[in-house]
Nanobody, 118 residues
Framework: QVQLVESGGGLVQAGGSLRLSCAGV??????MGWFRQAPGKEREFVAV????????YYSDSVKGRFTISRDNAKNTVYLQMNSLKPEDTGVYYC?????????????WGKGTLVTVSS
């Protein structure tokens, strides 16, 4: 089975930046995405990158602030988060998607907590 490990979460002030990492994606042909879940809320789509083409798509709430990227040498997918807002707070998960148009994942990491203070 696919093994994904997220890292890079933490506490940051509003307006700050964090870079999340998802390790363990090498030699898999999955489209990769990032999702987040706030307390008491449903897990929601954040960003996706097609593994082969590199095409990227973002939710409207993060468009222009977040960037998904990958480093094949490190077998890692990243989520660069800039201009963070308190409403960005939640547990962030990377996952493997069936295709770039999917908005849920087949395999998940265990998540990393991002807390944005006012």
């Amino acid at each position: 089975q696919v093994q994904l490990v997220e890292s890079g979460g933490g506490l940051v002030q509003a307006g700050g930046s964090l870079r999340l990492s998802c390790a363990g994606v090498g030699h898999t042909l999955y489209t990769m995405g990032w999702f987040r879940q706030a307390p008491g809320k449903e897990r929601e789509f954040v960003a996706v990158m097609a593994w082969i083409s590199g095409s990227t798509y973002y939710s409207d709430s993060v468009k222009g602030r977040f960037t998904i990227s990958r480093d094949n040498a490190k077998n890692t997918v990243y989520l660069q988060m800039n201009s963070l807002k308190p409403e960005d707070t939640g547990v962030y998960y990377c996952g493997t998607l069936a295709n770039v148009n999917a908005r849920t994942a087949d395999y998940w990491g265990k998540g990393t907590l991002v807390t944005v203070s006012s």
